[in-house]
């Protein structure tokens, strides 16, 4: 079983839709959840993250974390077609001796077409 | 105020030749990551290092492969007798050391090697 688990889509939908990506994980340990943006061919990009369970808000962009369920979202509202891309999950045990080593999701692809 | 760079962007190398690969961190930066994604996968973890000193390799390969981060200068990824199973996009982050923003992973466009 992969520690995180991200269905791959891909994922298309209207531009001014909500968009809504899934992550589940399986490591008790993991404190901090990162969701990166990834341009095709190019280098991820952080969006945002949160340290254990809630949620954060930035812009047009929601992430959520319930540490109860293990699992992990992130959402996006009026969504452009600039936002097509994959978008990653990740996270973080910060602590012990996997401190700095992110895992990573697999990606979900989106396309937000006009 | 320039983000991670690595170089070169693009590496084609023959089978058994050496592949070298270097990140220069974001200034103020000292914690480097290195990454792999390989074509259908995710991004897994390969190494993370501090000036002149290994932190974790866990997710190296145990033959071929090395990295360092030398007090001057880039950090380099090597990768030695390449085969064709190396050809993957090599991404570089880096970090602060220290303060609230020390979780936070900032990544490199990255070096595709092509193995032919």
């Known amino acids: 079983q992969k520690e995180v688990e991200q269905d791959p889509g891909p994922l298309s939908v209207p531009e001014g839709a909500i968009v809504s990506l899934n992550c589940t994980y399986s490591?008790?340990?993991?404190?901090?959840f990162m969701w990166y943006r990834q341009y095709s061919r190019k280098g991820p990009e952080l969006l945002m993250y949160?340290?254990?369970?809630g949620n954060k808000e930035d812009g047009r962009f929601t992430a959520q974390v319930d540490k109860s369920s293990k699992y992990i979202s992130l959402f996006i509202r009026d969504s452009q077609p600039s936002d097509s891309a994959t978008y990653l999950c990740?996270?973080?045990?910060?602590?012990?001796?996997?401190?700095?080593?992110?895992?990573f999701g697999q990606g979900t692809i989106l396309t937000v077409h006009p | 105020n320039a983000g991670v760079m690595q170089n070169p962007r693009h590496l084609v190398r023959r089978r058994g030749q050496e592949a070298r690969l270097r990140c220069s961190p974001m200034?103020?930066?000292?914690?480097v990551y290195w990454y792999r994604q390989l074509p259908e996968e995710g991004l897994k973890f390969m190494v993370y290092?501090?000036?002149?000193?290994?932190?974790?390799e866990s997710g190296m390969p145990k033959e071929r492969f090395s990295a360092e981060f030398p007090k001057e200068g880039p950090s380099i990824l090597r990768i030695q007798q390449v085969v064709r199973g190396d050809s993957a996009a090599y991404f570089c982050?880096?970090?602060?050391?220290?303060?609230?923003?020390?979780?936070?992973?900032?990544f490199g466009p990255g070096t595709r090697l092509t193995v032919l």
């Open positions: 200034k103020g930066h000292s914690h």
């Open positions: 490591n008790s340990a993991f404190q901090y």
């Open positions: 990740a996270s973080l045990n910060a602590g012990g001796t996997s401190y700095g080593k992110l895992t």
């Open positions: 290092l501090q000036k002149e000193n290994i932190i974790d």
């Open positions: 982050a880096s970090s602060p050391a220290s303060g609230v923003t020390r979780n936070e992973q900032f």
């Open positions: 949160t340290y254990s369970s």
